[in-house]
């Protein structure tokens, strides 16, 4: 499966932002899709994962109750909204597919779109 993510930008603190991220190829019957995010000089970690077949989702605890993750009818695009933006939120984020469950450990998942970068001014 090939991987597009899109819609980065700069915003300021409080702003809302969608990130969307293209699905293409083979993504077989049963596979997840997760975002996650990397700043300058730290660890990546994850956003968020929501799973093809049973709609689940996965938040990390700075995520929750601000991130929202779907997918659309067709299960080709795969949609951040991120609200209440605030600079700690900075970063570049990346989708990541694969087979199987929801998970938000980096090394899960062996397809990866390229970064799209979010900055948040104060």
């Known amino acids: 499966v090939q991987l597009q993510a899109s819609g980065g930008g700069l915003v300021q603190a409080g702003d809302s932002l969608r990130l969307t991220c293209q699905l293409s190829?083979?993504?077989?019957?049963?596979?997840?899709v997760a975002w996650f995010r990397q700043a300058p000089g730290k660890e990546r970690e994850g956003v968020s994962c929501i799973s093809n077949s049973d709609g689940k989702r996965q938040y990390g605890d700075f995520a929750k109750g601000r991130f929202t993750i779907s997918f659309d009818d067709a299960k080709t695009t795969v949609t951040l909204q991120m609200n209440s933006l605030n600079v700690e939120d900075a970063a570049v984020y990346y989708c990541?597919?694969?087979?199987?469950?929801?998970?938000?450990?980096?090394?899960?998942?062996?397809?990866w779109g390229q970064g799209t970068q979010v900055t948040v001014s104060s």
């Open positions: 990541a597919a694969d087979y199987g469950r929801c998970s938000l450990w980096h090394r899960t998942f062996g397809s």
């Open positions: 190829g083979r993504t077989g019957s049963s596979y997840s």
